[in-house]
């Protein structure tokens, strides 16, 4: 980054962490950052008195937030969400707080920032995929980011599955495959092993579908899913995702879900499981070389 988005070192991160919990919606992700959970990257405006801060969790996801009006820190901003240097060659999605972000970003980006939405108020949906694929490649696309919270006095209870639920131990987390995993989410394996906790629905040697901490600090605990790929739309995933809320339940976390508006499974699933929409944010896809 140029002087306008200064690179943080790690020991400063306290002061950061602090105005970050102040942000009204969840944000674990950029903490697990903060507090060393996982690798990342800060940058701010300020070194000694950051108003306007960036936070990248290398998964892919990042949030903007602070003062919106630093004229120095939004023209590098600029350049970074357009990815003007080729910097950036993997996927990230974006959140900003406060509000007046999001105008301040079409301010930025002018006609660089396409909104899924209203794709679909003048396409079918098949035609409003396909035009995000061609139009990613050098504009912003803009999702929904769905914040829910969990009713448990309306939860789902469903009927035991024939596979059998394991803890994931070292030897489960070694094997478990695809996008949506503790590896990804946790800086080592001993990390989540003695700090968090996750469960896997086996079937024999298979792992059907996992449900884990992505996520974990204090009474919140938020959730992970994956579904190994040929065991997908069989309904697995609620099994595995209804034992670890039964270990919120008695160990007293509050479950977090979130997902992209557009993920018609997780959106489905975290429903079926007794979760109720609590905010739906903008979500920005950034370009990628």
């Given at each position: 980054m140029k002087d306008g988005m200064i690179l943080v070192n790690e020991n400063q991160y306290e002061e950061i962490l602090v105005q970050l919990k102040?942000?009204?919606?969840n944000t674990l992700f950029a903490r697990a950052v903060l507090e060393?959970?996982?690798f990342g990257k800060v940058f701010v405006d300020n070194i000694n008195e950051p108003k306007s801060i960036y936070i990248a969790h290398e998964y892919g996801m990042s949030l903007l937030f602070g003062d919106t009006e630093n004229s120095e820190f939004n023209l590098n901003l600029k350049e970074y969400l357009l990815n003007k240097n080729k910097d950036r060659t993997s996927y990230e999605l974006l959140q900003v707080y406060p509000e007046k972000w999001n105008d301040k970003l079409k301010e930025l980006l002018n006609d660089n920032i396409i909104r899924y939405s209203k794709l679909l108020d003048d396409y079918s949906k098949p035609k409003a995929d396909t035009l995000v694929e061609k139009y990613k490649e050098n504009h912003i696309i803009q999702w929904g980011r769905v914040n829910f919270i969990y009713k448990e006095i309306d939860k789902a209870i469903f009927p035991k599955s024939e596979y059998?639920?394991?803890?994931i131990d070292s030897e489960i987390y070694d094997r478990i495959e695809g996008s949506v995993i503790p590896k990804f989410f946790w800086k080592s394996k001993e990390l989540f092993l003695s700090e968090g906790i996750g469960y896997a629905l086996?079937?024999?040697d298979d792992i059907v579908s996992i449900a884990f901490s992505s996520c974990m600090f204090e009474n919140v605990l938020e959730i992970g899913v994956e579904t190994s790929e040929k065991y997908r739309k069989m309904g697995f995933a609620k099994y595995v995702c209804q034992e670890l809320l039964s270990?919120?339940?008695k160990n007293n976390y509050s479950p977090i879900w979130?997902?992209?508006l557009e993920n018609t499974g997780s959106y489905s699933l975290a429903k079926s499981l007794g979760f109720e929409e609590a905010?739906?944010?903008p979500y920005y896809e950034l370009i990628k070389s």
């Open positions: 102040n942000i009204p919606f060393l959970k996982f059998k639920i394991n803890l086996m079937n024999g270990y919120c339940q979130a997902c992209k905010i739906i944010l």
